[in-house]
């Protein structure tokens, strides 16, 4: 996935969210972030970035793409085993989806 044009970033719905929304503390809810990240136009370039970031992590914060930590963890494995230049239709599919945990 290409996370090296970042444009979309201006278009992201949480832009103007306190960050606070999309980083609760722990035990904290994703759901504030999740109801933005369910209005955003560009939830699939915004999970792509965090999952090249996070790559193979166990450790992660923040929703991103409309997906909690657990979510993403859940999905590192199908990520790293997809080849770089199909990322980008993999994070817009589940997007697309409404993937659940």
Known sequence: MD???????????CGPADGGIMFPPPRGSYE?????????????????????????????????????PRQRILRA?????????QRAALAKLWTQAGVKA
């Open 3 to 13: 996370t090296e044009r970042q444009d979309w970033k201006m278009s992201a719905a």
């Open 32 to 68: 504030p972030a999740r109801r933005i990240c369910a209005g955003c136009s560009v939830r699939a370039p915004c999970l792509g970035l965090a999952m090249d970031a996070e790559g193979g992590a166990s450790y992660r914060h923040g929703m991103y793409g409309g997906l909690d």
């Open 77 to 85: 494995p199908q990520w790293l085993a997809v080849e770089p230049d």
